[in-house]
């Protein structure tokens, strides 16, 4: 988690002829895993007779549970295991993951018998079939959650040459290839392999991830003698943060000090921080020293670090306390992120050709995203900074703030336009007699929803990288690749609360025997209804967010711990 390690000093090991061996291996997983998330919804429908509002909530559950293994991952890997053998397991597990989710549609006894519309009542999934697709996940959640956060270090692990003075450029080069190479990846999950499942069936879409994730395992190996292999650092500041709020509540009936003096905090000699600060005062309680024959060892280390930290560990803790306000207010954008399920549904009953001869799969709309996501960054970083930076004085145009906020009204906009574009959908569906029938093509283009997915690009992309850089100046230097961590476990709540409000909603209006507004016949229910929710929610986010501005008053240009610009690092911001 960005920490200092110790590197087996070879010559002969890393360097450029390493890169091929960790790209094609990320490459490879990225493919795999997004081809087959992105379909799920079609294959949990039809293959279990799963409810539109049920599988929505298990996708999102998934993705909850993938980013929130991200976090425990890189911990694991910092402290334990070391990055290259957090990369090799979890690519394995990953493979586990895939293979078991391609006997699923290879053995007919792991799914249901499929439910035609003609059916009132369908059977549902067993115990035992829903065990081995819910193994399936678990398994490519905890590959996710070791690869992604160690992958792109380790790489940088086999560039770092502190007394090259070309070692900056190297790796900025390196972290550029490696973004393009996952977009590359990415792009092609959700064109090539969703056209092939749509085309030729699960049987080969699934497999075709399944082959990609052998030649992970193996490309990875392959490079096995050439990589230089970081050894475990336990001084890991995630898990230090832990151990610090872990100190102040075992001390919480410790009375605080009323003086200032030095001697009464535990300050290593290398800090220059050596009294903590007034605010968050229950917290100084963890860098109390109570009894120093106890509590400290005889080179002045805590003998406990569970029970005694350093003042620059509490202040880091605090630090991140600070910024939990601005954090949670983003929660609700990725909410919104989280409509993809049903936009399927939505275009799969569509006119989705834009050729005569070629038809657009169902699930590969989301690929406008990814597209308006670059095009938007580019444009930003290219065009509107130079002229923005004459008005405003700032080297970055906008402020963090201000773009966080921009990202979270076109959010709200892309909600609306949703709303607006399934209700007149809908409409043209029960007019030309398709009520009854969900899989019906309704005479309608599907590019009608490219403009809110593109819209959601961009939100994204403004709301993104602003709060990242939001973290950047608000965080101390220590704590940069906090900044990812935030990103990460703020996307794997939203898939959580995204879920639970799902299934809630599915609930409430169905209630008393009525036609749910997530019915899987989206003809009969009101997904419009549901963006319309969306877009409130996201509007009255939008006020928390203007509430929330009030606490950090001018932005973030006048407060402590402030970054320079090229230190506003967009490496880091989760990869989407």
Known sequence: MGTESQVEMNTR???????????LNESFERIASYGSQTNMIIYLMTYYNMSAATGTSIIGIWGALSSGLAIVGAIIADC???RYNAVAYGTIFTFIGMFILWLTSMIPQLTTLACSHFQHVCNGPTAFQLAVL???????????????????????????????PENKKIVESYFNWYYASTGVATMIAVTVIIYIQDRYGWQIGFGIPVILMVLSVTTFQIGSSLYIKVKPD?????????????????????????TGCDDYYHSPYETEVLTPSKDFRC?????????????????????????????????????????????????????????????????????????????????SFSVFLIIALTIWITFYDRVLVPLLSKYTGRPRGLSPVTRMGIGLTVSCMSMALSAITESIRRKRAIAE?????????????????????????????????????????????????????????GTAVSSLIGSILVSSEDWLTSRGGKTSWLSSNINKGHLDYHFWLLALMSFLNLLYFLWVCRFYETGNDELPHVADEEECDYRLLHES
């Open 134 to 164: 819910f193994t399936s996940f678990v398994f490519t959640s905890i590959g996710a959650g070791f690869v992604r956060p160690c992958s792109i270090m380790f790489g940088a692990d086999q560039l770092e040459q502190k007394g090259n």
């Open 234 to 258: 336990t001084n890991n500041l995630l898990l230090g943060l832990f151990q610090a709020g872990a100190a102040a509540f075992r001390k919480r009936k410790t009375p605080l000090s009323l």
């Open 80 to 82: 334990y295991w070391g």
């Open 13 to 23: 090991k890393g360097g450029l002829r390493t890169m091929p061996f960790i790209i």
């Open 283 to 363: 917290l100084n309680r963890a860098c109390m020293i109570e009894d120093p024959e106890r509590d400290l060892n005889p080179d002045g280390s805590a003998s406990n670090p569970w029970n005694l930290c350093s003042v620059e560990r509490v202040e880091s803790l605090k630090a991140l306390i600070r910024i939990i306000p601005m954090w949670s207010a983003g929660f609700m954008m990725f909410v919104d992120m989280n409509v993809f399920a049903f936009s399927v549904l939505q275009t799969k009953t569509m006119d989705r050709h834009i050729l005569p001869h070629f038809e657009v799969p169902a699930a």
């Open 433 to 489: 007699g398709h009520e009854d029938d969900p899989n019906a093509l309704v005479n309608m283009s599907a590019m009608w929803f490219v403009p809110q997915y593109a819209l959601l690009g961009i939100a994204e992309a403004t709301h993104g990288v602003g709060q990242i850089e939001f973290f950047y100046t608000l965080l101390p230097k220590s704590m940069a690749s906090i900044a990812s961590a935030m990103y990460t476990v």
